[in-house]
């Protein structure tokens, strides 16, 4: 009983993170198309969808501890996390294609 109280409460505190994180990143994503001159890049564009993912393991819920899939939902919401993976795979490939030149 106690063990439950306290993984809610972890789950609910990590949410609640990645939801500010989360917001964070799209105000920055969003400032960015409306002000392309001026740069606004996120401090932390990965740590939000991580601690998501964090949010959803410690959540005693029976349906989310059996299917681990679900951990990756705040990794697609999570603007910051979205295109920096996509970035990060798009540099990574030209950058393995010159180098094959």
């Known amino acids: 009983m106690i063990i439950n109280i306290i993984r809610w ?3 609910g505190f990590a949410g609640a ?8 990143n799209f105000w920055c994503w ?3 198309i409306r002000k ?4 606004h890049v996120s401090i932390v564009p990965i740590f939000g969808g991580i601690i998501g993912c964090i949010a ?3 959540a005693p819920v029976a349906v989310l501890l059996h299917r681990l899939y679900f951990a990756w939902i705040p990794l697609l919401l999570d603007v910051g996390c979205v295109w920096n993976i996509v970035g990060a795979t798009w540099s990574w490939w030209k950058w ?3 180098r094959n030149r």
């Open 9 to 11: 409460a972890l789950a």
């Open 36 to 39: 392309p001159d001026a740069p």
């Open 56 to 58: 959803i393991l410690l």
């Open 17 to 24: 993170l990645f939801l500010l994180l989360a917001g964070f």
């Open 96 to 98: 393995k294609r010159e």
């Open 30 to 32: 969003f400032a960015q």
